[in-house]
């Protein structure tokens, strides 16, 4: 007996210090286990576009087929912990990785052919997605518990379960359980309800089997005995119980792949406003389909903050007839008469005119440029305002050939145009759309108009910058405005300003409004540049935007005018301020010290009777345009007087005291039958002479600007320099 005791001691000794060592060994190992990387190389991951208001627009595939969005543990409700821990791995928060009384128990299980449950925890789980683990046999099984202790040696059970629940298989090609929630239940994983979160959690072990469907009697009679281990109680309302599989959220998909390359994922799309433009730009196309009208794009904007508010690349992003793809948003075409109005707003700005300023709508070349009208006629001197309601070619290019440095050019530019070719290049013809924008930057510069003058991109909230000057006045915008305003259309939504543009060959058509806060520009065409013979902006592109801004329900509101903003009367026929002899008179807005006026010299009385004195050019237009005015006697042939005395050539001096001798003849020689040769400088009726027959003048030094007038209207003018005797 005695004898047995330090045998049995020596073996209990080496017993525990092979039992240290192997611990030790253990030990060191378990330190030594290098660090795995958590998810696959090259994971992809779905990209999200919410709204303003957080509601997800748009989820796009990966490039594996999957729909799979990381997820972070704080974004996952409770509920859902909860669920996935009690049907997958209660013991989770207390094991290493591997489980041993789960493991004894499944080879317990294996050795006597009973079914005494499974041996993997969540981490092991996690370990065969993450590799790939063929789990069936031993060897696999091993790999399997090894991995897992590699994964909890290195991260958390917080890491451990976020990773989890982004891999997680939830049925057909989801995976995760933000994309789960998202399709499966229309929410964020951050809102599941208990009953949904058991409805979810059944599915990995099974996912083909429990995929969510109405009639999945096994994903339902599974979520119902989990949900009696939840609860403690059978229900049968929980076995019956169904998710809901929404369709995959497909709004903005040309917006939501910009967004992508950037890594933006929250936009301020209004998606009620999204789904009106949408509609609308469908029912529109419907109806004009017979007529080869196919495709179109939109973007709204609200003004003051710049944000794009609904945004349609094309009429069907997977419709490849129409090359839906492509992103009419950003696509560069010709804007045809679309940049008019900012011609009009820099010429009021730089004192070229005011709107009732008449302008030349006649033939007229600059220098190899020959402008036309789309009517392919002219409609002689027209007021301005008019010219830029009626969308006239001649008066803009006239008007824009007088535009300071940088002019139309510079300043598109500087508002953010992205011209692809350099300044200068493109000359007067960018008036009427010689240079290709986008849709985008034709909303960015209408914003200007609309607000504050100022250049801003689109799409992000208002941030406050370095105040920049306007580069439009508010004077100019609201007279620019206001004329895009007057004279609409019957159906036009009150308070929309408004402009087309249609582009050389009728491959394009654009309508531009601002109603209010907003701007929504609007282009009809194809992106293969197929013409639309006869289609103008007027009759296609112009409807939609009418009806898509009243669906919108957008409206215009009256502003205050600024202060600069003067009303005269004005000559109606001259656009001059009115004269004490102007039959006609309206009143005009002007910019006080900016805009040109003139007291109207058309209307003269003569011999107690008012007539009209038109410049030779002035006739000639009216002549060729048609005018009743044509008519008086200010139209008739012949050739206008020739100003005989005084010379151009020559300077004129007058002696002080000597009136008599000072006096300097008028004389001019005109056609047959003319009577009398009225004499005027400027304004002021200086008295008629015959022909060849001089009256005598008795001017004050200085310059003088004189003017002859035959009976029928006919004028010649020369100018005269008086200087005193020293």
């Known amino acids: 007996m005695n004898r047995r005791f330090p045998k049995l001691k020596r073996t209990l000794q080496r017993l525990v210090i092979g039992v240290s060592v192997f611990a030790v060994i253990l030990a060191v190992s378990w330190f030594l286990l290098p660090r795995p990387v958590l998810f696959p190389t090259g994971l992809g991951f779905s990209k999200e576009v919410f709204d303003r208001d957080g509601n997800l627009l748009h989820l796009s595939i990966t490039n594996d087929g999957k729909y799979r969005i990381p997820v972070r543990l704080d974004a996952v409700s409770e509920n859902m912990i909860r669920a996935t821990l009690e049907m997958e791995d209660r ?18 299980g294996a050795a006597s052919g009973q079914k005494l449950g499974g041996a993997s925890t969540l981490t092991m789980q996690y ?3 993450r590799w790939g683990l063929r789990t069936r046999s031993w060897s696999g099984k091993v790999t399997q518990v090894f991995r897992a202790l590699q994964i909890e040696r290195h991260y958390g059970k917080q890491e451990i379960l976020a990773a989890y629940f982004t891999l997680a298989p939830y049925g057909g090609n989801v995976e995760g359980v933000e994309a789960a929630a998202r399709l499966w239940c229309g929410k964020s994983a951050h809102d599941l309800t208990l009953r949904e979160a058991a409805a979810l959690s059944v599915i990995p072990q099974r996912p083909t089997v429990r995929k969510p469907r109405a009639d999945n009697r096994a994903s339902q009679a599974a979520q119902g005995r989990l949900m009696a281990r939840l609860t403690g109680t059978a229900d049968a309302v929980d076995g019956e119980f169904a998710l809901a599989p929404i369709p995959v959220p497909r709004m903005v998909p040309h917006l939501a792949r910009r967004l992508a390359e950037n890594q933006i994922s929250h936009t301020t799309i209004d998606r009620s406003q999204q789904f009106t433009v949408e509609r609308s730009i469908a029912e529109f196309l419907e ?21 794009i508010r609904a945004y349609v690349g094309s009429a069907g992003f997977y419709d490849a007839q129409i090359q839906g793809q492509v992103d009419g948003v950003i696509a560069r075409r010709s804007p045809g008469s679309a940049l008019k109005p900012f011609v009009y707003a820099l010429a009021l700005d730089q004192g070229l005119m005011h709107p009732g300023t008449l302008l030349d709508d006649t033939a007229h070349r600059f220098g190899g440029y020959n402008p036309e009208n789309s009517d392919r006629g002219f409609l002689g001197p027209i007021p301005a305002s008019e010219a830029l309601r009626r969308s006239r070619n001649v008066p803009a290019v006239e008007l824009a050939s007088h535009l300071k440095p940088p002019g139309l050019d510079g300043f598109l530019r500087n508002a953010g145009v992205a011209f692809e070719k350099p300044p200068g290049e493109y000359g007067l013809s960018l008036t009427l759309g010689g240079g290709e924008v986008t849709l985008e930057e034709l909303a960015r510069i209408y914003a200007m108009l609309a607000s504050d003058g100022i250049s801003r991109p689109l799409g992000t909230k208002l941030i406050e910058t370095e105040p920049a000057p306007p580069s439009l006045s508010c004077a100019a915008r609201t007279l620019t405005l206001d004329a895009l305003r007057v004279g609409s259309q019957s159906n036009t939504p009150h308070g929309l300003a408004w402009k087309t543009g249609t582009s050389h060959g009728f491959r394009d058509a654009w309508a531009c409004g601002v109603c209010g806060d907003w701007v929504l520009c609007m282009w009809v065409g194809h992106f293969d540049g197929t013409p639309m013979p006869g289609l103008f902006a007027r009759d296609t592109a112009a409807p939609l935007l009418f ?8 409206h215009g509101s009256a502003t205050p005018r600024p202060s600069e903003i003067v009303d005269a009367t004005l000559c109606a026929d001259s656009g001059c301020l009115a004269g004490p002899n102007c039959p006609n008179r309206v009143r005009g807005p002007f910019i006080a010290g900016v805009s040109p006026i003139t007291e109207c010299d058309v209307h003269r ?3 107690g009777v008012v007539r009209e004195f038109w410049p030779e050019h002035r006739l000639e237009q009216f002549r060729r345009a048609g005018f009743p005015r044509m008519q008086s006697p200010a139209s008739r042939g012949g050739t206008a007087p020739r100003i005989v005395s005084p010379q151009p050539a020559l300077t004129y001096i007058v002696r002080p005291g000597f009136a008599e001798k000072n006096a300097i003849p008028l004389e001019a020689e005109a056609g047959a039958g003319t009577r009398q040769i009225h004499w005027f400088d400027g304004n002021r009726y200086l008295g008629a002479s015959a022909p060849s027959q001089p009256l005598l003048w008795q001017p004050a030094p200085g310059r003088w600007s004189l003017q002859a007038v035959d009976e029928a209207g006919r004028a010649t003018q020369v100018a005269v320099h008086v200087i005193a005797e020293r």
């Open 605 to 607: 009385k003569i011999d």
């Open 547 to 554: 009806q898509t801004v009243q669906r919108l329900g957008l």
């Open 91 to 108: 013991r989770f928060f207390s094991h290493v990785g591997a489980d041993p009384r789960s493991l004894l128990r499944a080879a317990w």
């Open 287 to 307: 109806r004009w389909h017979p007529q080869g009208l196919r495709n179109a794009a939109a973007i709204l904007v609200h003004a003051p903050t710049r944000e």
């Open 127 to 129: 370990a065969r997605l």
